[in-house]
C-alpha cells in the first residue's frame, strides 16, 4: 500500500498542493496535520507510522514535512527501512525502494553521523581551551569560599541554626549543607 503524509505548520496554511502530489503519486491513504516541524507531538505521524506494513510505502512532497531536523529523518527513515517500509520524497526524487535511493538514503545518514561528530569534537576542544584558559564549566557556586567561612563562624554560635544561616545567605539549608561539606 502507499500511503502519504501532509504536514502544514499552521492551520493557515493550505495542505492542498501536498495532498494533489500525493494522490497523483498514487497514495491509497492519506495522513494530513496542522504542527510545526519542530514540534515532538504530531500525532497524525504517529498515526501512519503505526499504520505502515512490511511492503508499504510512505510517501511525502518534501523531506521537511517528515522529520525536524537530518538526524530525525536518518532515524525515521531507517526505523522504515528495518521494517522492511519504502520510503518516497517527491520533491526530492528519493526513493529508497530503488538501489539509486537507497545510496542517496545512506549519504543523507553518513552526512548526518559527520554532522554529529564534528559538533563533538568543536564542544569538546571548545571545553579543553576553556579548561587551559582557567575557565571550570558547570554551575556557578552559590556561596563564595568567603560567605562558607563566614556561614561557619556564625554556626560556632549556639544560639543560631543552620536555617538562620541560609537564610542570611539567601540560599536553601540543603545548599548551604552541601557548602559546608565541600569546603576546601
Not at 109 to 125: M, Y
Request: charged residues 30%.
Amino acid at each position: 500500500m502507499i500511503i502519504g503524509y501532509a504536514r502544514v505548520s499552521t492551520n493557515e496554511q493550505n495542505p492542498e498542493l501536498q495532498l494533489d502530489a500525493l494522490t497523483s503519486a498514487g497514495c491509497e491513504r492519506l495522513y494530513q496535520e496542522s504542527k510545526s516541524g519542530s514540534s515532538r507531538e504530531r500525532p497524525e505521524l504517529v498515526r501512519c507510522l503505526d499504520s505502515l506494513r512490511e511492503g508499504d510505502t510512505l510517501v511525502v512532497w518534501r523531506l521537511d514535512r517528515l522529520g525536524r531536523s537530518l538526524k530525525d529523518l536518518v532515524e525515521i527513515i531507517s526505523e522504515l527501512e528495518g521494517q522492511g517500509i519504502g520510503f518516497r520524497s517527491l520533491t526530492e526524487a528519493i526513493d529508497t525502494t530503488s538501489t539509486g535511493g537507497k545510496l542517496i538514503f545512506h549519504i543523507f545518514a553518513a552526512l548526518s553521523e559527520f554532522e554529529r561528530s564534528l559538533i563533538q569534537e568543536r564542544t569538546k576542544a571548545g571545553l579543553a581551551a576553556a579548561r587551559a584558559r582557567g575557565r571550570k564549566g558547570g554551575r556557578p557556586k552559590a556561596l563564595t569560599n568567603d560567605q562558607v567561612k563566614k556561614a561557619r563562624a556564625m554556626l560556632t554560635d549556639p544560639l543560631i541554626t543552620k536555617t538562620e544561616v541560609a537564610k542570611h545567605f539567601n540560599v536553601t539549608r540543603v545548599t548551604l549543607n552541601k557548602a559546608l561539606e565541600n569546603f576546601e
